[in-house]
């Protein structure tokens, strides 16, 4: 079945730093989702991305879809302790989805 | 508005013990779903519903089954629970029908189950 790879599993950042994290898959997506779980919580919807090539921004959180539709990337500017979190990339398209494992972003302040 | 609401939120069992996870949703969705997390593995699709009068089974559906009781209300059991089985589940929700928010996940607060 598809499945996509995210990496890194873990990343701990100094406050004022900028993140990335990456989601890879070996097929071609119809579109992309990222979610963000706070610890303790539970996920929420962040951004779909549809178009290959695709950039979104969200304040300091910038999102891309790659030309091949094959691979995203989350990155965020100048972390802050509210950025604290996991968060997750998730194939859509189809029903169900497909969620990354996540990326587990630690910052210190 | 609720959005998609999980009673328990915690719960502890004994191994061999049974129980049923609730999940309603108030957004008219057709979708709905039950995952589970546990540290490291993201979140795994246990059964889900694509719409009323339908499930089907997920990653790891082994020692669970669910209802779809009707469009609002989607129940999962453990009818002899297991260490294993400990873990935190979330219910979720999506519109399911087609155009772009087809696929967009709601959800719930989660239950947190201890299995001792």
């Excluded at chain 2, 057709?30 to 889900?48: A, C, E, K, V």
């Excluded at chain 2, 997920?58 to 089985?85: D, M, T």
């Amino acid at each position: 079945g598809q499945q996509v790879m995210q990496i890194p599993q873990y990343q701990h950042v100094q406050e004022g730093e900028d993140f990335t994290t990456y989601c890879n898959s070996s097929t071609t997506l119809s579109n992309i989702q990222w979610y963000k779980q706070r610890p303790g919580g539970h996920p929420v919807f962040l951004i779909q991305l549809v178009k290959s090539g695709e950039v979104k921004k969200q304040k300091r959180l910038t999102f891309q879809f790659g030309e091949a539709k094959k691979n995203s990337s989350l990155h965020i500017t100048a972390t802050q302790t509210t950025d604290v979190g996991t968060y997750f990339c998730a194939a859509s398209g189809n029903t169900p989805l497909v969620f990354g494992k996540g990326t587990r972003l630690s910052v210190i302040a | 508005n609720a959005g998609v609401t999980q009673t328990p939120k915690f719960q502890v069992l004994k191994t061999g013990q049974s129980m049923t996870l609730q999940c309603a949703q108030d957004m008219n969705h057709n979708s709905m779903y039950w995952y589970r997390q546990d540290p490291g593995m993201g979140l795994r699709l246990i059964y889900y519903s694509a719409s009323e009068g339908t499930t089907d089974k997920g990653e790891v559906p082994n020692g669970y089954n669910v209802s779809r009781l009707n469009k609002r209300e989607f129940s999962l059991r453990l009818e002899s629970a297991a260490p294993s089985q400990t873990s935190v589940y979330f219910c979720a929700s999506t519109l399911g029908v087609a155009g772009l928010a087809k696929n967009i996940q709601y959800f719930g607060a989660g239950t947190r189950l201890s299995v001792l």
